[in-house]
Structure formats: C-alpha cells, structure tokens
C-alpha cells in the first residue's frame, strides 16, 4: 500500500527499518542535525509540553529555548516589574496623602475649629508660631489624645458625604448638594472636635450618627431655644459649598494644566517608545488637588467660621480656652442669622475675627506639602534604582 503522507514530513515508523550501518545511531547527549537524513523529523512533541514549529527540535537538557514572540530582555527588565513599582508609587503617594490629610493634620483642624468658635479670645492665633505654643499647652495639660477628638467622626462624616456624592452624581450634575445632605452629622462632629476632653465623655463612632439624626428630627440632645432649626442652615452651608467647589476645581484644573505642559513625558534612551512612570502621572492631579483646596480652604475661611459659630450655638458647648490653653469656656451665642452672625463679628472682634485660628490651616498645608514632597523623593529613588 502506498503511503500517502508527503515525503517531507514523514518519519520513521514501525514498518520503518531500524537505524542500521547506514545511519548513525541518535545520542540523546550528542545530537546534530547533519547526522539525521531529511526524511527523518524530529519526534512528536510530547501533549503537554511547548508547541513546535517546522524545523525546531526538542531539547534533550537545558533551559528551553526562547519562543520567538517573546519580547527582548531589555522590555522584559522594564516591563512587569516597572508596572507594578509604579502602580505602588501611585498607591503610596495617595495613602501617604489621605493618611496626612485626616490623621496628622486632625490636630490643626480642631484647634482651628476651637478659635473659630471662640468668640472669647483675644489672641486670634494668625501665625503658626502661637498656634504651636498653645497646642503644647493643650497636650500637657490634658493629654495627647486632646488634639485627636473627634476623629472617628470626621470618618463617618466622609464616609457620608462620599456615599451621598455617588448617588447624587448619578441623578443630578450639582455635587455641591452633598455637603446639605451631610450637614446634620458635620454639625455633630463639629460639637465633637470643639468639645474639651475635661467635661467630654468618650463618645462612639455611631454617636456622631445618632446626634445627627437626632438634630434632624429635634430629638435626642440637649439643646437651647438659640439652637438654630437646620432648614435655616440649609443657604450657608449651600453657598459655602458651592463656592469651595467652585473655586478648587478652577484651581485644580489650571494647576493640571500647568504642571502636565511643564513636564513632559520621560523617554527611554534607546530609542524605544516613551514610557511614562505611574508616579509622573498620578501626583500632578495630587498637587493640583492640593491647590485646589488649599485656595478654596484661604478664600472660604471667614464664611466657615460663621457656619461654624451658627452650627455650635444652642448647643451648650464647653471648649478649651485658645488663649493659653489652661482654662474652659462656654459657647453662648445669641445670632438671629447669617447677617447678625457677619455683622456682631465685624463690631466686636473686627475683620481679623473671621480669621481667628488662620494660623493652624498654615501648619496643616505645609504638612501636607512636606509629606508629599518627601514621598515623592523616595519613590523617585526607587523607581531609578530599578530601572
């Protein structure tokens, strides 16, 4: 019978001779390809194992050798693991951010939050220097944990105004809209940073829900008739939103533009394509974000301090005295509105009143730039050591 399959691809079979004296016997050690004749391929490869293509053998010992797609060792050196080490720059710079941001800046927002409130003072804490003084004065005299009040509840707090913005955004193009939603449990965290530790109890993390939803519905805390309803709240806390946004990613977006013409992508040397890092592209938009509110934060500051003083009064607050930091003061305002609160601030405190504790935002953002900058310097080490 004749054998049908083409003479190139047929190999020796059982009705195939042995290797006699016309052919060397194969060595599985010593194997060359002048030895075997051309109508003798190379055996099947073995299901399972690498695919072979027409004219490649299998190798007897070694490494295996290289498929032919793979790419050269130079992109294979920048490739997986340059991807990741970026991702994790990325990852870091923005955990270092977050974590600066509610953790080591928590003490500068509560004693900016006491000075704001304290229509008592008369050292209005406009510098760094004195706000730094009377923070140590704070720490010794009642402890480390004074100036991290409150801290569990400015979670909660954005946890809330977090899930609200994602469902707002979805229905509404106005995210301004958040901060009302969430403006009965910032009124609660706020009593909860500005409140002393001498006369505070150790509050839950709920509690900041529960007070807030009890002065939703006028129920649950202990309050005066100067209490202000939270529908009269509704404007101010508005305006004060809309305008923070407003004026951040105005301030955002110029600062992206600038830093993103200013810094071009990085090229490789050997004439590949550009590549740029994860760490290049990921902290602009943190610097930017910073920017943004820092700008909004300096701009909006004598409007959050009338929020503030309207949010706390009827409230039956007892704060720490910002003036030394040895002493307790009670909160008893008597503002009839937005207007009043501007107007007895203006009278009897002066226009630097509304910038009382204006000195602490100066120690939380320059923090906060340093510990950004300082990142960035150690993930730009790493990534050239690895390249």
Known sequence: MISQRPESLTYRGREDPPY??????RSFNNSSSTDIPHWVSTPPDIPGSRNLHWGERTPQYGPATPIAQWPSDDSVQGGPSGDQLNRF??????????????????????FRRQCQVNYH????????????????????????KVLWKGMGSTFVVQGVTLGTEGIISECTPLPSLTCVVAMPFYSASLIETVQSEVIRNDPGILDCVKEGVGRLVGM??????????LW????????????????????????????????????????TEPIQSMLDAYFPEL?????????????????????????????????????LGFEV????????????????????????????????????YSLHAAVLQITKMIYSVMLQNAA
């Open 20 to 25: 006699g004296s016309g052919f060397a016997a």
């Open 89 to 110: 720059a990325g990852f870091g710079i923005g955990l270092a951010s977050l974590f600066t941001e509610n953790v080591l800046a928590h003490p500068c927002i509560v």
């Open 121 to 144: 003072a008369r050292n209005y804490h406009l510098v760094p220097f004195t706000a730094v003084s009377v923070m140590y004065n704070l720490t010794k005299t009642q402890g480390p």
């Open 220 to 229: 649950g805390i202990p309050h005066s008739k100067r209490l202000f309803p």
């Open 232 to 271: 009269a709240l509704v404007f101010p806390t508005f305006l004060h939103g809309v305008l923070h946004y407003i004026v951040s990613a105005s301030v955002q977006k110029l600062v992206l533009h600038v830093l993103r013409r200013s810094s071009p992508q990085q090229q490789v040397t050997d004439g």
């Open 287 to 323: 610097m930017a974000t910073f920017a943004g509110n820092l700008c909004a934060d300096v701009l909006l500051y004598p409007l959050e301090t009338v929020l503030h003083r309207l949010y706390l009064q009827g409230t039956r607050t007892i704060i720490d005295n910002t003036d």
């Open 329 to 364: 003061l009670p909160i008893n305002t008597q503002y009839e509105g937005l207007r009043d609160c501007i107007s007895t601030i203006k009278k009897e405190e002066g226009t630097l009143g509304f910038y009382k504790g204006f000195g602490s935002i100066i120690v939380q």
